[in-house]
């Protein structure tokens, strides 16, 4: 007979890029969400998309717009975006510096890409939004986390040595997850220390419309020192309840679009058409839709602080914007095992170690949720919290 041949399994090794990004990540992927559990846990409207916009989405399909669109963007979208950013960057936006991309996401990606090479120094507050050292490391790049001071805003002396020799900068505001409002005051220190440098800055500004300080909202690009080196980051998602739809756009300097687009094009091709045709009426249509929601995000989140003041060992943020609360706990556990309990308890929140070193005995808890869920789920969230002790 024959001798037996006993086949291995092959064995596939991945990118290299793969692997950085996994050493890099701390994104926490919550697990299958069940019917009995109230979410604190995602950063997305359960506001229903504004119906005109819907609506807008369906004339098109109709009309037979369900074509490749141009890969920087529909132009009557990129108009309407430049005209608006006009009044934001109190300069002259040319369209042809607007790009179009799926998502925020996908514009963070392309800008991230398009800029950092492999040992590039890039500089983030810590803790912030973790998708950005995902990208970075993607990109090859070095991260330095800069860690925030008592209050949640920039500690600038420290900022100030991280960004010696920095390829980029790259922070949101407001911020995810603390909820803190960078000022003018701030953002004009950072153009200070940046003044001279060649060091180039994303400003991540999805939550722009959620500001609840009662000053008008300061974007970078509008600060003198910072309009030229920054590309503005924006999506729909959160102003207008558009999460599912995935569009968003970039705004800066020319080359360093031109760079993104590349980016963008290599990997994602052009954004949905029909789905710009809705984008335009957001932009053109749902100012009060946006005010709407944004008084409601205010309400939720003075109730959501009302209900956790009552909860011994939490020391409470002071949100300033966006939609949420990042509370610290006094419970000698890791924050990945205080959430965990927290969801047998029946209530999803987030760990705040996800954000970076500095957010770990910190709590993530969004109030984009129903009051009813709020009440519901900080009540579940005390009854979790009691049981640790």
């Not at 793969?18 to 990540?25: H, K, L």
């Not at 949420?324 to 990945?336: E, G, N, T």
Request: glycine share 8%; aromatic share 6%; net charge negative.
């Amino acid at each position: 007979m024959p001798p037996t041949i006993t086949s291995q399994p092959a064995r596939f090794a991945t990118a290299e890029a793969v692997a950085r990004i996994a050493a890099a990540s701390r994104r926490t992927q919550q697990p299958q969400s069940r019917g009995d559990l109230v979410s604190l846990a995602m950063g997305e409207p359960d506001f229903d998309t504004p119906e005109p916009v819907t609506e807008a989405a369906f004339a098109s399909l109709r009309a037979g717009r369900t074509h490749y669109s141009p890969l920087l963007g529909e132009p009557p979208l990129r108009e309407a975006l430049a005209e608006k950013l006009n009044l934001t960057a109190r300069t002259a936006v040319s369209a042809a510096d607007i790009l179009i991309t799926q998502g925020g996401t996908a514009g963070l990606s392309a800008s991230i890409l398009g800029i950092v090479n492999p040992g590039d120094k890039v500089v983030v507050p810590d803790p912030t939004y973790s998708l950005y050292a995902d990208l970075v490391a993607m990109a090859g790049g070095v991260v330095v986390p800069v860690p925030l001071a008592p209050d949640l805003h920039w500690d600038l002396d420290r900022l100030a040595d991280a960004l010696t020799d920095a390829r980029l900068f790259v922070f949101c505001n407001p911020v995810n997850p603390t909820g803190i409002v960078h000022s003018r005051e701030e953002l004009g220190a950072l153009a200070d220390l940046l003044d001279g440098t060649s060091t180039i800055v994303i400003s991540d500004e999805a939550y722009s419309d959620l500001d609840f300080t009662g000053r008008p909202f300061t974007s970078a690009i509008s600060v003198e020192g910072l309009r030229d080196r920054t590309i503005y980051c924006q999506t729909f998602s959160k102003s207008y309840a558009m999460t599912g739809w995935r569009v968003g756009y970039l705004w800066g300097p020319s080359a360093l679009i031109q760079a993104a687009a590349r980016v963008h094009n290599t990997f994602n091709g052009s954004v949905n058409t029909f789905i710009q045709d809705a984008a335009l009426v957001a932009v053109q249509s749902c100012a009060d839709d946006v005010t709407r929601m944004r008084a409601a995000y205010e309400e939720r989140g003075e109730l959501m602080r009302k209900e956790l003041a009552a909860i011994p060992g939490l020391t409470l943020s002071a949100p300033e914007g966006a939609f949420y609360q990042f509370p610290r706990y006094d419970i000698d556990l890791p924050s990945v095992d205080v959430v965990a309990a927290l969801r047998a308890q029946g209530v999803a929140v987030r760990p705040g170690s996800e954000f970076g070193s500095r957010g770990e005995g910190h709590l993530r808890l969004s109030y984009a949720a129903s009051p009813q869920s709020i009440i519901e789920g900080v009540r579940r969230l005390a009854d979790g919290l009691l049981t640790l002790r």
